[in-house]
């Protein structure tokens, strides 16, 4: 757990302060709306659709038990009693009053949070490995390296008004976890043949309304000069990229259109002037700000528990969630945990000020007071005594925690869409609860397999439909919500983008869409083992296209006609 030094601290202490007083003046009339916007901005508020949202910083996902505490008392003092974690990896309340936020991030303030950089064209929160630290396939802690850049990007003056957002995520292990290719700029730790740390890079990813997979830029680069070649990159994209119009500014844009090879030129002539200067790490820079991160008391335990065994083989409830929701870990005798906030009924991510409160203490007792948020709207503990695995899973279920889920359908990734978000062209938290509803015989869940759905409200792609196995698009239609179905994304280190089936569907029909996808992947699949999305690939979109609209064209049109009319 990183902690912060004097420095931290004040920088946020002052943030709020500065805050406090635009938030007054802006209430008693002497900033005006225009004047606010970028003030609040730039400190995690919105103005959605019922009321303002707080945005809260969680940098790359990892919280300590106090923080999560924190979390809870805002949602019952300042909110309506729950909040919402995000796919990047951050936590959001929905309901606060204008008035209230400054001290909302006063309270944030004391255990070392705040909302800076959450919104806005700037480096926004940076993501990486939820099971950082821990993972077995580690080639190095990336938690340090995503230290050293949000330091860097923390109110850097050349990148406060970028053309856009700029999202950056951190792999350190063999397997991507983070999406890596679909952010502005991602970055894979890897050693070289002498075995020195350096990263490949890439550039360019993004979803939204222009999906594009990101391309690598630089083989390696070695960690010195990590911070120069990044600043080398948004340089570019600040002096180059559009700001004429909104669509088009994003970083994929102007690589795109530039192409890769003169984009790299342009960095590498800017790198030029930056390498070996003052931004250049130092092994001594990078070690100190190791050091302020806790390091975990670990025991000296066997590498397996018998007694662990004897619950597998005696509670096949307790042996179906450790299956999905245990993870390997690196040191002997530990295993990682991942609590589901996907219980049928409960929109995706949400967790209630009780649930919090109780996050909390299982993370004391159970994980060295830590936690980390999964950029697919889950928590995770990531240090639990194997033979603790038991008791943590019977306290979990009483919680509604411990849906055995953890890459099955129905752990289902959902921005708020337009129940709260102004943005959006449909809702899509009901179609996740109802997609969720159709499939609650877990037996047939476990029998379909890994299968990512995922489902965003307007085309800025927050629910990540993109690479989704299944993507679901809510979508316009003369005022009418309908949604454009996708298959065959994939995130990680085979990252694709889906292909849409045809033409939308009414909202009513979504889960009957979803249904027909997998009663005809079932058919196809050569064994049990064979994925969704591996069907997917082997047989192209056209057969799943043929088996959905065979038995939905007669109501589709049914129901096109019904609008027409009215």
Not at 62 to 75: D, E, P, T
Not at 321 to 331: F, Q, S
Request: charged share 25%.
């Amino acid at each position: 757990m990183y902690r912060y030094d004097d420095i931290d601290q004040r920088i946020v202490a002052e943030r709020v302060a500065q805050f406090r007083d635009q938030t007054r003046r802006f209430l008693s009339g002497q900033l005006g709306e225009d004047e606010f916007k970028p003030l609040r901005l730039q400190n995690g508020l919105y103005i959605q659709k019922h009321a303002p949202m707080l945005r809260v910083a969680i940098p790359y996902g990892l919280l300590s038990s106090a923080q999560v505490r924190m979390f809870a008392h805002i949602a019952r003092k300042y909110d309506r009693g729950y909040g919402h974690f995000s796919t990047r990896q951050n936590i959001q309340y929905n309901w606060p009053k204008l008035a209230q936020v400054p001290d909302i991030l006063a309270d944030l303030a004391k255990v070392e949070m705040h909302a800076v950089q959450t919104s806005g064209n700037c480096i926004r929160n940076i993501t990486t490995d939820h099971f950082a630290g821990v993972a077995p396939d580690e080639i190095v802690n990336p938690l340090v390296w995503t230290e050293v850049l949000r330091q860097w990007s923390t109110f850097h003056p050349e990148f406060a008004f970028l053309p856009r957002k700029f999202k950056i995520a951190v792999s350190g292990a063999q397997q991507d976890r983070v999406a890596m290719q679909l952010h502005d700029v991602g970055l894979q730790a890897e050693r070289n043949a002498q075995g020195e740390v350096g990263f490949k890079v890439y550039v360019g990813g993004g979803m939204g309304r222009t999906p594009v997979i990101g391309k690598v830029i630089r083989e390696f680069l070695p960690w010195q000069h990590l911070l120069t070649y990044l600043e080398a990159i948004i340089r570019v994209y600040n002096r180059y990229g559009r700001r004429d119009n909104l669509y088009k500014a994003r970083i994929k844009i102007l690589v795109k259109e530039r192409t890769l090879a003169v984009y790299r030129d342009e960095v590498d002539a800017e790198w030029a002037q930056l390498v070996d200067g003052p931004g250049t790490l130092t092994r001594d820079m990078v070690e100190g700000i190791a050091a302020r991160f806790t390091q975990p008391p670990y025991r000296a335990l066997p590498k397996a528990d018998s007694e662990l065994k004897t619950y597998l083989d005696a509670e096949p409830a307790f042996a179906r969630w450790h299956g999905r929701n245990v993870h390997a870990h690196k040191t002997p005798g530990y295993a990682a945990v991942t609590l589901s906030l996907k219980r049928p009924g409960v929109p995706p991510g949400d967790v209630t000020d009780t649930q919090l409160e109780a996050i909390a203490e299982l993370a004391d007792r159970y994980s060295f007071g830590e936690l980390r948020v999964t950029h697919e709207q889950n928590l995770v503990l990531p240090d639990v005594e194997q033979r603790e695995l038991h008791a943590l899973w019977r306290e979990a279920r009483a919680l509604g925690l411990a849906t055995p889920n953890i890459g099955l359908l129905t752990n289902i990734i959902a921005c708020p869409g337009g129940d709260f978000c102004s943005l959006a062209n449909a809702v899509s938290i009901p179609v996740a609860l109802a997609i969720d509803e159709r499939f609650q015989d877990l037996d047939y869940v476990h029998d379909i397999g890994e299968l990512d759905l995922n489902i965003s409200g307007c085309m800025n792609s927050c629910g990540h439909h993109h690479v989704g196995h299944i993507g679901i698009l809510g979508v316009d239609k003369n005022g009418e919500e309908w949604y454009q179905v996708s298959i065959g994304g994939a995130q990680g280190n085979h990252s694709a983008l889906g292909r849409v089936i045809g033409p939308s569907f009414a909202r009513a029909d979504v889960p009957d869409v979803v249904e027909k996808l997998i009663e005809f992947y079932l058919e196809q699949r050569d064994s049990p083992e064979e994925r969704f999305i591996d069907v997917v690939q082997r047989l192209g979109v056209e057969p799943f296209k043929k088996h959905v609209y065979a038995n939905t064209d007669k109501k589709q049109t049914h129901r096109t006609r019904q609008l027409a009319v009215a």
